[in-house]
Antibody, heavy 124, light 108 residues
Framework: QVRLEESGGAVVQPGRSLRLSCAAS????????IHWVRQAPGKGLEWVAI????????YYGDSVKGRFTISRDNSRNTVYLQMNSLRPEDTAVYYC?????????????????WGQGTLVTVSS | ETVLTQSPGTLSLSPGRRATLSCRAS???????LAWYQQKPGQAPRLLIY???SRATGIPDRFSGSGSETDFTLTITRLEPEDFAVYYC?????????FGGGTKVEIK
């Protein structure tokens, strides 16, 4: 079955950096885009970024553009989120999520599987 | 950016009743690429509806989605105890992708 496992969450000071990882299994990893979505404590969902199946296309939400970088290693079935210049408002559970559209599909699909999330706390 | 506004913020209903949740978009959602998710405390979201009205795999038929362009609705007929949760709408047709603020369905 599809499995997504995030790691790397921690408590960090404002201005510092952190890298999250997402290890995937149970599907053809190299055929699907992968998202990061976050959820601040007690708040709603916020889309953060997506990397395409081959890693060439990347898109970001406005609140993280220029500070966060998404990447993937298809040989390791892993996606990364490099977070720089962290701010207190970046405090959240970060979910890794599989896009529903397979490579070559012309029809966008929503996220269909989610990991359990990893907590990032930005505080001095 | 397509802003999604969900209403009401909280819906208090008894089991067996019908729940109607609304999601309004600030601009037309491309090709009705609108999804609904359910989230329970401490859990990741679960996909219920995609393409505004198609049920995801394994989702009971008491869940249904409708609407187009800027106005969408999630209906839960006959609430079951396991349906009390937070529900989010999500548009995946216009970049950047966005989520609504959520509707909490609680037991009255």
């Amino acid at each position: 079955q599809v499995r997504l496992e995030e790691s790397g969450g921690a408590v960090v000071q404002p201005g510092r950096s952190l890298r999250l990882s997402c290890a995937a299994s149970g599907f053809t990893f190299s055929a699907y885009g992968i998202h990061w979505v976050r959820q601040a404590p007690g708040k709603g969902l916020e889309w953060v970024a997506i990397v395409s199946y081959e890693g060439n296309s990347k898109y970001y939400g406005d609140s993280v553009k220029g500070r966060f970088t998404i990447s993937r290693d298809n040989s390791r079935n892993t996606v990364y989120l490099q977070m720089n210049s962290l701010r207190p408002e970046d405090t959240a559970v970060y979910y890794c999520a599989k896009d529903g559209a397979a490579a070559g599909s012309n029809e966008p699909q929503p996220v269909d599987y989610w990991g359990q999330g990893t907590l990032v706390t930005v505080s001095s | 950016e397509t802003v999604l506004t969900q209403s009401p913020g909280t819906l208090s209903l008894s089991p067996g009743r019908r729940a109607t949740l609304s999601c309004r978009a600030s601009q037309s959602v491309s090709n009705n690429y609108l999804a609904w998710y359910q989230q329970k405390p401490g859990q990741a979201p679960r996909l219920l509806i995609y393409g505004a009205s198609s049920r995801a795999t394994g989702i009971p038929d008491r869940f249904s989605g409708s609407g187009s362009e800027t106005d969408f609705t999630l209906t839960i007929t006959r609430l079951e105890p396991e349906d009390f949760a937070v529900y989010y709408c999500h548009q995946y047709g216009n970049a950047p992708l966005t989520f609504g603020g959520g509707t909490k369905v609680e037991i009255k």
